[in-house]
């Protein structure tokens, strides 16, 4: 008797799509999975999409919408193990802006009849809503560590990625700090590793796009930034980026907001003393 194939489904919410396409981008990787699993249900690949249940689900995109969260419940009873990849299943994404700001008006100024559109006044992870067996931070995530995952789970054991920070592979690969050398804001500190500190690398600071490292201090990085003069606006807007609703860092853009006395235009809800 032929041994079943463990069935995948990659599945998508609020998203741009960038982590389902670094799936596909990996080729060569993928043609080798294709011998030890069965990838049931891929919208971004295939039009053939089979039903549940699901071994393994990887799930993009945040929660917008009353319809999507009523969709995320039902996939995650059809799946043994369900997975969020990128910062906006992990995070909220991008679009978690609308968290601190009003809807209406979102609504008004994008839209010729906001009057026909029915979204949630918030963006958010995937894991408020249900439980999540493992997160794969980036925007967009690492393929190899997204194949890691896969053959991980499959093979029955926890997945082993990197939890440091972006700070500790840039010094391994050489790079000369551009916080030390050149006084550019950097969030390599507080930013866990996975992209390979490329931002670094060609002579800009971390954007931060693999969201809070464990346990980060980001109160201390922004007050050691600030004492080289830098603009509490400009850290502000660093941490209001790729994971803005991540805890760590919506709690001390806040704060820097507040610092510099006014309110951004991306941000114009009430800001609060994140302290």
């Not at 069965?38 to 919408?65: K, M, Q």
Request: overall charge neutral.
């Amino acid at each position: 008797m032929t041994k079943r194939k463990p069935k995948v489904a990659v599945v998508k919410f609020a998203s741009c799509d960038g982590c389902q396409l670094t799936l596909l981008d990996a080729e060569d990787e993928l043609l080798l999975l294709a011998e030890s699993l069965h990838i049931a249900h891929f919208a971004e690949a295939s039009s053939r999409l089979e039903p549940g249940p699901y071994d393994v689900t990887l799930v993009e995109g945040s929660i917008t919408t009353h319809e999507d969260r009523e969709r995320l419940l039902r996939l995650r009873g059809e799946s043994r193990y369900l997975v969020t990849i990128g910062a906006c299943a992990t995070a909220g994404g991008v679009q978690a802006l609308r968290n601190f700001a009003d809807h209406d008006d979102f609504l008004r100024a994008v839209y010729a009849h906001p009057e026909y559109i029915h979204s949630l006044a918030t963006s958010t992870p995937i894991a408020d809503h249900v439980k999540v067996d493992f997160e794969l931070r980036g925007c967009p995530i690492d393929k190899h560590q997204l194949i890691e995952v896969i053959l991980s789970l499959i093979a029955g054991h926890r997945p082993r990625t990197s939890s440091e920070c972006v700070c500790q592979p840039c010094k391994r690969r050489g790079t000369v700090c551009v916080v030390v050398a050149q006084g550019k804001a950097c969030l390599g500190p507080v930013t866990q590793a996975g992209c390979g500190s490329i931002c670094p690398a060609y002579d800009r600071g971390c954007y931060g796009c693999f969201g809070p490292s464990r346990d980060p201090n980001v109160r201390a990085w922004s007050d050691g930034i600030l004492d080289g003069k830098s603009d509490p606006g400009h850290l502000a807007n660093l941490l209001s980026n790729f994971n803005v609703a991540a805890p760590a860092f919506a709690q001390e853009s806040q704060r820097l907001w507040q610092i510099t006395g006014r309110i951004p235009e991306q941000l114009p809800g009430k800001v609060t003393d994140g302290r």
